[in-house]
């Protein structure tokens, strides 16, 4: 089955300054990778995604970039914010449609005002 | 329109009670997802429904675990004899059909105590 590692575990960053995590996976097949954040005690929330046939897309101050020979993909937080201060999850999932995902480990980011 | 709902937000139990966890998916997905969220990790499969079927349950743990979507749309996730290692944070998501069925829409989830 597929397995997602993330890291790293914990990051901190100057408030302004970017952050950047990085995931892994195992499974070719895999062609759907969304990044979660979720708030101490809330839901996960769906950032941004990205599908196989696309190497990079942006909104506003989130990008992420999927490098599929190698087989991981990023998450870029640029002008990091006190509220970017949260625990993001990496996912992967097979086949374009209704599929499980499989999570990575988490982050926890902490912006530093 | 409204979002995923789950009841109860906490659970509390005594180990080898039954509960009932309930997901109330975004009207017209046909899609549902249960996953299970243990502290300080990532939310990991358990089943999945496909309109009232269950599509795949290779992530439920044994068979003390079950789950039902009987009409499609409201789904609840039966535990029996429940153990400590049960206690976490049960998610519920869903997905609709059409152009974008990538996307899961998060519940707020169960917290489920076994003492």
């Known amino acids: 089955g597929e397995n997602v590692e993330q890291h790293p575990s914990t990051l901190s960053v100057q408030e302004g300054d970017s952050a950047v995590i990085k995931c892994t996976y195992s499974?070719?097949?895999?062609?759907?990778f969304p990044w979660y954040k979720q708030e101490l005690g809330k839901r996960p929330q769906l950032i941004i995604d990205?599908?196989?046939?696309?190497g990079e897309k942006k909104d506003q101050r989130i990008a992420v970039t999927l490098n599929k020979t190698a087989k991981h993909f990023s998450l870029h937080i640029t002008e990091t914010q006190p509220e970017d201060s949260a625990v993001y999850f990496c996912?992967?999932?097979?086949?374009?449609?209704?599929?499980?995902?499989?999570f990575g480990t988490g982050t926890r980011l902490t912006i530093i005002p | 329109g409204a979002g995923v709902s789950q009841t109860p937000s906490n659970k509390v139990t005594e180990k080898g009670k039954y509960v009932e966890l309930r997901c109330d998916p975004i009207?017209?997905?046909?899609?549902l997802y249960w996953y299970r969220q243990s502290l300080g990790q990532g939310p990991e499969f358990l089943i999945y429904?496909?309109?009232?079927?269950?599509?795949?349950d290779s992530g439920l743990p044994n068979d003390r675990f079950f789950a039902v979507r009987p009409e499609g749309s409201v789904s609840t996730l039966k535990i029996q004899r429940t153990e400590r290692g049960d206690s976490a944070v049960y998610l519920c998501?869903?997905?609709?059909?059409?152009?974008?069925?990538?996307?899961?829409?998060f519940g707020p989830g169960t917290r489920l105590t076994v003492l």
């Open positions: 998501a869903s997905s609709g059909s059409g152009a974008n069925t990538d996307t899961q829409y």
């Open positions: 499974d070719s097949a895999s062609n759907y």
């Open positions: 429904f496909q309109g009232t079927g269950a599509a795949d």
């Open positions: 009207s017209g997905h046909t899609a």
């Open positions: 996912a992967a999932k097979r086949n374009f449609g209704n599929e499980k995902l499989t």
């Open positions: 990205i599908r196989s046939n696309v």
